[in-house]
């Protein structure tokens, strides 16, 4: 554990258990409850590390398959580590490429000592287990990286999901043996569909072992919203009070909310960029589609109060002939607007735990979004 590594609550909910706190990494101090924006393949996709910053963002994220299969391990360590790489001098995590292996792969062998698959990029043979994807992690040089767990899809036969928490833990273990890099903080992920008990075992094994944070993965694989927040708010007491608890890949504004007020300190997801990049603009009620004929000659800005560069300069009327004429520019000032309010929302969810006066507003902010 790096020397710089603290993180402590400073502000808690009366009426949930929503909370405040300060994540130290070795590149910086993260204000929590965060949301981290994704940069695949070490960018994020359309936007510079200023605009980034610009937008609020204090960490990102990164992923660990991808960069393993292109541009590679050694190509990185030899660029001075995935900060250079990525042109950000931040916080950054990185995820084990778990998730991917499962869900992107044409896979060979799922063993328990780890996974043959065969690259989405060129077919070729990559075998990844936990030990490997611990040093993986450790040569790229991010602040935080993961363990590398299985992923079961939703729905799950019992035996199946069971199989894969045993994994998710043995491999647990083995990742902490194989962690070799003082600076860089080392999270479990607590695996187990929406099974209550499943979840209540795999938090006991992991929190045993010590870990300097703990992730809540396997959800937001279609299981819905009242079964993921059912499933949050069982596993997140399970943790321990005095580390971050990240939700991975959990990232509708009503799921985030939600997940807040049950506990967790961290997100990620690809949708502000992914669903920027398609014409899908989050405003405080709901989303604009920007494609809609009703913004043909429409002068106002996506939201009227958003300070970001998107809003500040154009039109829905130019961004939606942007988009329908193919211009790179719609896809980034829109991208740019999704952050901004992601951090923004973030911003405002910390702001209300410290003043005592966020589950009133949480529950209503979910109402109206799903309204």
């Given at each position: 554990m790096c020397d710089?590594?603290?993180?402590?609550?400073?502000?808690?909910?009366?009426?949930s258990s929503a909370r405040c706190g300060r994540l130290g990494t070795a590149h910086g101090v993260v204000e929590t409850p965060v949301f981290m924006p994704v940069g695949t393949r070490g960018s994020v996709k359309g936007l510079?590390?200023?605009?980034?910053?610009?937008?609020?963002?204090?960490?990102?994220?990164?992923?660990?398959?991808?960069?393993?299969?292109?541009p590679g391990v050694d190509v990185v360590r030899s660029l001075g580590g995935l900060h250079s790489l990525m042109g950000w001098d931040g916080p950054i995590l990185t995820d084990s490429g778990g998730y991917q292996v499962f869900s992107l792969s044409s896979l060979n062998r799922i063993g328990d000592d780890g996974v043959e698959f065969a690259s989405h990029i060129d077919g070729g043979r990559v075998y990844l287990d936990a030990r490997t994807a611990t040093e993986v992690q450790?040569?790229?040089?991010?602040?935080?990286?993961?363990?590398?767990?299985?992923?079961?899809?939703?729905?799950?036969?019992?035996?199946?999901?069971?199989?894969?928490?045993?994994?998710?833990?043995?491999?647990?273990?083995?990742?902490?043996?194989?962690?070799?890099?003082?600076?860089?903080?080392?999270?479990?992920?607590v695996q187990g569909g929406i099974d209550g008990e499943l979840r209540r075992w795999c938090s006991r094994q992991l929190t045993d072992m010590n870990f300097d944070g703990y992730a809540i993965g396997g959800l937001s694989v279609g299981e819905g919203h009242d079964n993921?927040?059912?499933?949050?708010?069982?596993?997140?007491?399970?943790?321990?009070?005095?580390?971050?608890?990240?939700?991975?890949?959990?990232g509708m504004p009503a799921d985030i909310i939600a997940a807040v007020q049950a506990g967790v300190d961290m997100f990620d997801c690809v949708l502000p960029?992914?669903?920027?990049?398609?014409?899908?603009?989050?405003?405080?009620?709901?989303?604009?589609?920007?494609?809609?004929?009703?913004?043909?000659?429409?002068?106002?800005?996506?939201?009227?109060?958003?300070p970001c560069y998107c809003c500040r300069n154009f039109s829905r009327a130019a961004l939606r002939h942007f988009f329908n004429v193919g211009e790179m520019l719609g896809p980034i000032?829109?991208?740019?607007?999704?952050?901004?309010?992601?951090?923004?929302?973030?911003?405002?969810?910390?702001?209300?735990?410290?003043?005592?006066?966020?589950?009133?507003w949480a529950t209503e902010r979910i109402s109206n979004i799903q309204g």
């Open positions: 710089c590594y603290h993180f402590e609550l400073t502000a808690e909910d009366t009426n510079t590390p200023a605009q980034l910053t610009e937008a609020g963002s204090t960490i990102v994220l990164a992923n660990t398959y991808h960069i393993l299969l292109r450790n040569a790229l040089g991010a602040d935080i990286i993961m363990c590398f767990d299985e992923c079961a899809p939703y729905p799950c036969e019992p035996k199946r999901l069971k199989g894969a928490v045993e994994r998710t833990i043995r491999w647990a273990k083995q990742c902490k043996e194989a962690h070799a890099n003082a600076d860089q903080l080392l999270f479990g992920i993921m927040v059912r499933t949050v708010r069982r596993t997140a007491p399970l943790l321990p009070e005095d580390r971050p608890r990240y939700l991975m890949g959990v960029t992914r669903n920027g990049r398609n014409a899908f603009a989050f405003v405080p009620d709901g989303a604009i589609r920007l494609r809609n004929s009703s913004h043909t000659d429409d002068p106002a800005p996506v939201q009227a109060d958003c000032l829109l991208s740019i607007h999704n952050i901004t309010f992601y951090q923004r929302l973030m911003s405002t969810i910390r702001r209300r735990i410290a003043l005592g006066v966020f589950d009133e």
